[in-house]
């Protein structure tokens, strides 16, 4: 028994020196290489993450930026038919204007050629008045008849 203990204890010995250290170092070695990846994928979790934090606030500004587009866009569309509406405004009040110059224009000619008309008859009635005495009947007539002739003209 002494002799199974002997060799028993060289045996330990001898496992000690050829495996288990070389099992330790490999069992070592897999703990490192475990704990690199651990540490590898928190840092890829964090930098997706951050990737992430950084994709949303880049979506949150493009839908400001977005939103702002829109915004102007009103702000220059309600500009642009205030402009139009004035210009139409202005341009109603030209025609207008010009519309009723031409209208006081017409006006006076009209009563410009009245007034030749009648100073004409007024001439033409004085002559026919000198021409002949005529009686009150007479001249009611003469008038009615230039007045009918001043109306066909």
């Known amino acids: 028994m ?10 330990l010995v001898l496992l000690r020196k050829y495996a288990w250290g070389p099992v330790m170092g490999m069992m070592q070695k897999r703990e490192e290489y475990v704990a690199g990846e651990i540490e590898s994928a928190e840092k890829s979790r ?4 951050r990737a992430s934090q950084e994709a949303a606030a880049q979506l949150k500004q493009t839908k ?11 702000s220059a569309g ?17 025609i207008k204007k010009s519309a009723q110059e031409e209208i006081e224009n ?27 005495e005529i009686s ?12 009918k002739e001043a109306g066909e003209e």
Do not use: T
């Open 2 to 11: 002494l002799v199974q203990l002997f060799f028993f204890i060289i045996l």
């Open 46 to 49: 964090a930098e997706a993450e």
């Open 64 to 74: 400001q930026e977005a939103q702002q587009i829109i915004e102007n866009a009103k």
């Open 78 to 94: 309600v500009k642009q038919e205030e402009d139009i509406v004035q210009s139409a405004r202005e341009e109603a009040e030209r």
């Open 106 to 132: 017409e006006k006076e000619k009209a009563l410009q050629a009245l007034q030749d008309k009648v100073a004409s008859l007024s001439v033409l009635i004085a002559s026919k008045v000198i021409e002949k």
């Open 136 to 147: 009150a009947q007479d001249q009611e007539k003469l008038i009615n008849e230039y007045i």
